[in-house]
């Protein structure tokens, strides 16, 4: 069965650090993953998703993740935060009926 | 961009009550989702509708649940008989296609059931 999970529930980086957040999936097939934010009292936005055209992936706001098979990781980064990163953040994986499978997040939080 | 909007934004309801909640998907897309979230829990799937019937359903998703697109543009979320466990963030998704593409997400009803 496919899934993912998320290390770490909060993780806590100073403005202009870099952000990383990780994710690891289990599929026996080529995976569809994705990552979503969350903002507060918001739905979820797509930041990037990986389909297997690229393992390196960029998104918006600066964002982008690896997909690495030999370590079924999909994480993702950011060079330097910025506040307004703060958010929630899901990765997930698509089964081929379209229903998305989330980890159990990860809330960043941005100090100044 | 397009938006798959949701109403009502927040929903209180009795314990026992009949709530919908409703959904606007983007126009040209062929499937949709229901998820919930319950406070500081992940999100969980629902259902997934195509092709005017259920596509899958998760053990969640029991006989105090459905869901209907009655006129081509909707797609509610009934549940008949609201339990205090029911109350969390629903939030509606709809894709244009299956595999690869992406889910675009509503910004979500907030069900309280006192």
């Known amino acids: 069965a496919q899934s993912v999970t998320q290390l770490g529930s909060h993780v806590s980086v100073s403005e202009g650090a870099l952000v990383l957040l990780r994710c690891n999936y289990s599929s026996s097939v080529p995976p569809y993953l994705f990552w979503y934010v969350q903002y507060p009292n918001q739905g979820l936005q797509l930041l990037l998703k990986?389909?297997?055209?690229?393992?390196l992936v960029k998104g918006i706001n600066g964002f982008e993740a690896e997909f690495k098979k030999s370590e079924t990781s999909f994480h993702l980064t950011k060079p330097s935060a910025h506040m307004s990163d703060a958010a929630e953040y899901f990765c997930a994986v698509r089964r081929n009926t379209g229903k998305l499978i989330f980890g159990q997040g990860t809330t960043l939080q941005v100090k100044p | 961009e397009p938006e798959v909007t949701q109403t009502p934004s927040h929903q209180v309801t009795q314990m026992g009550q009949e709530v919908i909640l409703r959904c606007v998907p983007i126009s040209n897309h062929l499937y949709f989702y229901w998820y919930r979230q319950i406070l500081g829990q992940k999100v969980e799937f629902l259902v997934s509708?195509?092709?005017?019937?259920?596509?899958?359903k998760s053990e969640i998703f029991d006989d105090q649940f459905s869901v209907e697109r009655p006129d081509g543009s909707n797609f509610t979320l009934k549940i008949r008989s609201t339990k205090l466990e029911d109350s969390a963030m629903y939030f509606c998704a709809s894709a244009g296609t299956g595999g690869d593409e992406k889910l675009f997400f509503g910004s979500g009803t907030q069900l309280s059931v006192l």
């Open positions: 990986y389909t297997s055209a690229a393992t």
């Open positions: 509708f195509y092709n005017n019937e259920i596509s899958e």
